[in-house]
C-alpha cells in the first residue's frame, strides 16, 4: 500500500481555504488548554473529577440527539447556548465557596467541553488520517504553549481567559467542520455489523485510563502547585513527543500503527510507576502523570477519528462512545482510589496496577489482530487488505452524475451511498436533516432509476 503521507497532509485544503480558516484548523488545541487550565487553575475543593462525567453525559447525549436531528450539533444557536455554558463555568469556578455552587461549574465545563469535543469529532471525521495525525500533534504542540501561557498567568487573568476562549474553540470547530466538507470521505472499514471486532481497542483504552486515573489521584504534589521547572519540563516533553511523531510520519516518512503508538503510553505510564515506587516524594514525578494524560487524549482522538472516517457509524455516535470510554474510567478510577485513601499508594498496589496493565496490553496490543491492523492502515505500509476498495468511486460517481444531470447535493449523497455510508451519518456529515437526506436519494434513485442502495453500487460498478 502506498504510503499517503508523501502528499502535503493538508496541500487539498490549503488550496481552497483562506488563511483564517485554515488557522481554524488547529483550534482543538483551545479545547484541549482550556480543559487542563479548568482542573489544575482552581484550588478549589470540589471533586475535579466530576467535570469528566459531565463530558461523557453531554456527548452521549448529543449522539443520542444527532440521529434525529443531525444538524443540531453544529448548529449556530445552539453553539452560541454551549458557549455561554464554557463562560461561566471558569467564572463560576473562581467565585465559588461553597460545595452545592461548588458542582455547578463542573456541570457547565463538562457540558460546554463535551460539545466542543462533538463538534471538533465531526471535523475530524472527514480529514484523512495523515492530515488527522498533522493536525493533532501540531495542536498538541500548540496547546502545550498555551497551558505554559496558562499556568504562569495569576489565577483571576485565567478564568477570564477561560471565559473569553470558550465561544473561540467552538466556532474554530465550525469552521473546520465547514472546510473539511469538501475532502471525499475514505473507505469503508469499519462497518456496524463490524464494530464489536474492536473490543480490544476499547479495552486498551478503558484499562490505560483506569491505571492513569489512580495515579491521578494518588499525586502528592497538586499539578497547580509544581514548581516552574517542573511544569516546563512537562510541557517540553508534551511538544518533544508530538514533533518526533511529526517528524517520524511527514519528514522521515515512516509508517506507524495502532500498537506502536499505545507502546509509547504503556512505556510512560510504567515509567511513572516505577518512579513511584523506587523515588516517593520526588519533586518531577507530576510530570509524568502530566504526560501520560496528555498522550493518552491525542491516542484516543487520533484512534477515534480513523474509525469515524472509515465507518458508517455517525461520528458524534463514534466520539461519544469512544470518548466514554476514556472519560468514565477516569472518573470512576479517581473517585475509588480517593475513597480507599492513601493506602492506594503503597508500592504492591502500584506493582498490581502495572502488572495488570502489562496483562492487558499482551492480549490486546497484537500486530497480527486483522481488526488492529486496519487502523491508521492510511500511513501503515503494513496494513491488511481493507474489506472494500473504492478507490476512484468519487470519479465514477461524478461521470455519471455529469451523464444524468444529478445536482452536487445529489452526487455528494450518491458517492456516500456508493462507499456504504448510511442516511444518518450522511445527515450529520452534511449538516442536514436526515428526511432531507431521503430526499435526496429519491430522486436519484429516480434519475438513475434504481430502487437501493445496492442496485446503485452495482451500477457504478458497471460503470
Known amino acids: 500500500m502506498e504510503n499517503t503521507t508523501r502528499i502535503s497532509p493538508i496541500s487539498s485544503i490549503a488550496h481552497s481555504a483562506t488563511k483564517t480558516e485554515i488557522a481554524s484548523l488547529f483550534g482543538l488545541a483551545l479545547v484541549h488548554a482550556w480543559i487542563y487550565a479548568f482542573n489544575t487553575s482552581n484550588e478549589a475543593t470540589y471533586p475535579w473529577q466530576y467535570v469528566y462525567l459531565a463530558i461523557a453525559a453531554a456527548m452521549l447525549a448529543l449522539a443520542l440527539l444527532s440521529r434525529k436531528h443531525a444538524a443540531f450539533i453544529t448548529s449556530k444557536p445552539a453553539c452560541a447556548i454551549a458557549g455561554i455554558f464554557g463562560m461561566a463555568a471558569p467564572l463560576l469556578a473562581f467565585v465559588a465557596h461553597s460545595n452545592s455552587l461548588g458542582t455547578l461549574p463542573l456541570i457547565f465545563g463538562g457540558i460546554f467541553v463535551g460539545w466542543a469535543y462533538s463538534i471538533w469529532g465531526i471535523a475530524y471525521s472527514r480529514f484523512s488520517t495523515p492530515q488527522a495525525i498533522f493536525l493533532l500533534f501540531v495542536s498538541g504542540i500548540l496547546a502545550a504553549v498555551l497551558k505554559t501561557a496558562f499556568f504562569l498567568t495569576p489565577e483571576p487573568i485565567v478564568q477570564i481567559l477561560l471565559a473569553i476562549l470558550a465561544p473561540f474553540a467552538l466556532f474554530s470547530g465550525l469552521s473546520a467542520c465547514t472546510v473539511s466538507q469538501s475532502i471525499p470521505r475514505g473507505a469503508l472499514r469499519f462497518a456496524k455489523k463490524d464494530v464489536k471486532s474492536l473490543w480490544k481497542v476499547g479495552a486498551i483504552v478503558l484499562v490505560f485510563s483506569v491505571v492513569n486515573a489512580n495515579l491521578l489521584a494518588n499525586e502528592q504534589i497538586h499539578p497547580a502547585a509544581m514548581t516552574i521547572s517542573a511544569f516546563l519540563v512537562a510541557r517540553a516533553a508534551e511538544i518533544f513527543l508530538c514533533a518526533c511523531i511529526l517528524a517520524w510520519t511527514f519528514l522521515l516518512k515512516k509508517p506507524f500503527n495502532f500498537v506502536q503508538l499505545w507502546r509509547i503510553i504503556l512505556v510512560l505510564l510504567a515509567t511513572d510507576i516505577v518512579v513511584r515506587i523506587a523515588f516517593p516524594g520526588i519533586a518531577f514525578q507530576p510530570l509524568f502523570s502530566s504526560v501520560c494524560v496528555n498522550f493518552i487524549v491525542l491516542f484516543v482522538w487520533l484512534t477515534l477519528s480513523d474509525i469515524a472516517q472509515h465507518s458508517d457509524i455517525a461520528p458524534s455516535v463514534v466520539f461519544g462512545i469512544g ?141
Open 323 to 463: 470518548w466514554s470510554l476514556y472519560t468514565i474510567p477516569l472518573f470512576a478510577g479517581v473517585t475509588i482510589t480517593q475513597k480507599l485513601g492513601t493506602q492506594t499508594t503503597e508500592a504492591l498496589f502500584l506493582a498490581l496496577l502495572l502488572y495488570f496493565m502489562l496483562i492487558v496490553s499482551t492480549f490486546c496490543l497484537e500486530l497480527r489482530d486483522r481488526d488492529i491492523q486496519l487502523i491508521f492502515s492510511d500511513v501503515n505500509a503494513d496494513a491488511a487488505p481493507m474489506p472494500q476498495e473504492f478507490a476512484d468511486i468519487d470519479t465514477r460517481c461524478a461521470n455519471l452524475a455529469e451523464k444524468v444531470h444529478l445536482t452536487a447535493r445529489e452526487l455528494e449523497v450518491m458517492q456516500m451511498l456508493c462507499k456504504g455510508r448510511t442516511k444518518a451519518y450522511i445527515a450529520e456529515s452534511m449538516f442536514v436533516t436526515e428526511n432531507t437526506v431521503k430526499g435526496h436519494t429519491k430522486r436519484l434513485y429516480a434519475k438513475l432509476g434504481v430502487h437501493s442502495k445496492k442496485e446503485l453500487q452495482q451500477l457504478i460498478d458497471l460503470e
